[in-house]
């Protein structure tokens, strides 16, 4: 059971619209800045754990455009409480996909507490998403894309994966002025 | 300051702000997006009356540091929100307000019940380390912020939330006594 994390990414891309947002963090973000650089990429989450507040918040400000939030289970178990809020206020055009590696991977891989029983889809569950997924492998997650993105969220969608290519990590990019500017500009040029 | 004395006659003395006051200039500050974790400073004059307003949307959070970043990402384009909390839960997401409304520079404003002041009393001045500590470090941040405990207090609002959206960053409005409910 493989799936890489690059590998997942890229089978996402031809699926992203352009008007879509997808709000990235940490390794997820830096591969997906290497593969799918674009405008409305939202990458100033700030604080640990943050990405599925922030994909809420713009989900709800932006009713008319798909929020993709791509979050890492190290950041997510520091927000949990984000899966209860999302859930609730039922946003339809959130949809939340979760790298599980089960390590802290940009702070020295170290375990997850409970990295060999955590279940994040049943997080999910148990919280009131309108549909969660699991996958370990890439063709079935691939083959799913089209029909889940355009189910109504918040839809939510783990992917069990290992490190693909090692992507460069650019902190000084997301934390920059110059990345939330080119996320503002997009976002009001229409 | 803990050993000071206060008898009943100076807390009769302070009357509360309007409830009905505070949301009036709420909505004249083009406030509609509610984020909020329940504080029992403002629960009767603010938060249950702004549930039952069709005006606001209201987002109910699990914790403090959400709302941070729900108020955020919503500046982007443009949309008005305020965080209704604790001081307590202010003091939990002082990460995210440091770096998502200071760093970032994004116009995070705050509404935060001091849960514990004295009515009577200068929230500097409180028995409570737990509320006379908040200004000082709301200035250590260098987070502009103002005290609403009075009737008539609440006008500077409007002029407060359009000053922290066009200068983008946050701004901090302490309740210092339970609003009167409307």
């Known amino acids: 059971m493989t799936l890489y994390r690059d590998a997942a990414l890229k089978a996402l891309i031809p699926h992203i619209r352009d008007d879509d947002i997808v709000v990235a963090v940490y390794q997820s973000c830096f591969d997906w800045l290497a593969l799918n650089p674009r405008a409305l990429n939202y990458v100033a989450v700030g604080a640990m754990g943050q990405a599925s507040s922030h994909g809420l918040g713009l989900a709800l400000a932006n009713p008319d455009r798909r929020v993709i939030v791509l979050d890492g289970d190290g950041s997510l178990l520091m927000n949990l409480g984000s899966l209860v809020t999302i859930a609730h206020a039922g946003v339809a055009n959130l949809y939340h996909f979760l790298s599980v590696n089960r390590v802290y991977e940009v702070n020295g891989a170290h375990p997850l507490p409970g990295a060999d029983k955590v279940d994040f889809t049943g997080f999910a569950r148990a919280s009131g998403y309108a549909g969660v997924h699991g996958f370990g492998e890439l063709a079935p997650f691939a083959s799913v894309l089209p029909q889940l993105l355009s189910t109504a969220g918040p839809q939510f969608i783990a992917m069990e994966v290992r490190p693909g290519k090692p992507y460069p990590r650019d902190y000084a990019y997301i934390h920059s002025a110059q990345a939330r500017a080119q996320f503002r500009q997009a976002l009001n040029r229409r | ?182």
């Open chain 2, 1 to 182: 300051m803990a050993g000071i004395s206060h008898s009943a006659g100076d807390v009769a003395k302070v009357r509360p702000p309007s409830g009905a006051a505070i949301i009036a200039a709420l909505k004249a500050a083009d406030l509609r997006e509610v984020v909020a974790v329940p504080d029992i400073v403002t629960s009767d004059g603010l938060l249950w009356p702004i549930s039952r307003d069709p005006e606001f949307r209201l987002t109910r959070i699990c914790k403090e540091d959400e709302g941070v970043s729900i108020c955020g990402a919503m500046s982007y384009n443009g949309t008005r929100a305020i965080l209704l909390m604790q001081q307590t839960g202010l003091m939990d997401s002082l990460n995210a307000i440091r770096a998502i409304g200071v760093e970032y520079e994004l116009p995070v404003v705050m509404m935060v019940g001091l849960q514990g002041k004295e009515p009577h009393l200068h929230p500097d001045q409180s028995a409570s380390y737990g509320v006379r500590i908040i200004r000082p470090v709301l200035d250590a941040m260098s987070l502009s912020h103002s005290l609403i405990e009075a009737p008539g207090d609440e006008a500077h609002i409007p002029q407060a939330v359009a000053a922290a959206y066009a200068a983008s960053r946050p701004h901090v409005f302490l309740i210092g006594r339970p609003p009167e409910a409307p």
